[in-house]
């Protein structure tokens, strides 16, 4: 997946600035597509050259350079046809998986303090997580299914960080033992 795809599906969601893109993008795709800044206005820039999205200036711009960008035909046919392809599944680089594989190899390294940082990073997000579905999803709510696929994407979140949290808290035990 490239960045232009994550844009497109965000502004399809609602047009907007470049600035309140970026905001956006950070409390929704963001959580698991993360982007700069930067890396979006950039993204914006290409897309508009390409001719898959539009700008004009922003209602509130003011004297400003604010821009306000929106999805073309040619940017929906993009994603459309993007979303057809068959996709990978998640590809898993994790430096720390490899430190534990070395502690393995080369005896105790001390990586007890790194697991326990990681537990609470995973409860910290957990929290967030289930904050916005007690907020966005509340049990008995009667859930469009644009809202009832976007509660899927959010629990997928909830999962992981469950399972991140068991299985650190296990591997946490395993080099304590020794």
């Known amino acids: 997946?490239?960045?232009?795809?994550?844009?497109?599906?965000?502004?399809?969601?609602?047009?907007?600035?470049?600035?309140?893109?970026?905001?956006?993008?950070?409390?929704?795709?963001?959580?698991?597509?993360?982007?700069?800044?930067?890396?979006?206005?950039?993204?914006?820039?290409?897309?508009?050259?390409a001719g898959w999205v539009e700008?004009?200036?922003?209602?509130?711009?003011?004297?400003?350079?604010?821009?306000?960008?929106?999805?073309?035909?040619?940017?929906r046919d993009e994603l459309l046809r993007w979303a057809a392809e068959p996709s990978a599944p998640m590809d898993l680089r994790d430096e720390f998986t490899v430190r534990l594989r070395a502690d393995a190899a080369l005896g105790p390294l001390g990586l007890q303090g790194e697991l326990q940082r990681r537990i609470d990073?995973?409860?910290?997000?957990?929290?967030?997580?289930?904050?916005?579905?007690?907020?966005?999803?509340?049990?008995?709510?009667?859930?469009?299914?644009?809202?009832?696929?976007?509660h899927m994407i959010l629990k997928k979140g909830i999962l992981l960080e469950e399972g991140s949290i068991a299985w650190t808290k296990d591997m946490l035990a395993v080099l304590i033992e020794d």
Do not use: C
């Open 55 to 75: 700008s004009s200036a922003a209602p509130d711009a003011g004297n400003t350079r604010k821009r306000s960008y929106s999805v073309l035909p040619a940017g």
């Open 1 to 49: 997946m490239s960045l232009s795809h994550a844009v497109l599906t965000s502004l399809l969601e609602k047009s907007s600035s470049g600035y309140d893109l970026a905001r956006r993008f950070d409390k929704s795709i963001g959580y698991f597509w993360h982007a700069t800044h930067q890396q979006i206005y950039r993204e914006l820039a290409r897309m508009e050259a």
């Open 121 to 150: 990073q995973h409860q910290d997000k957990l929290q967030t997580y289930r904050d916005i579905e007690a907020r966005d999803f509340p049990p008995g709510k009667s859930l469009s299914r644009h809202a009832r696929i976007q």
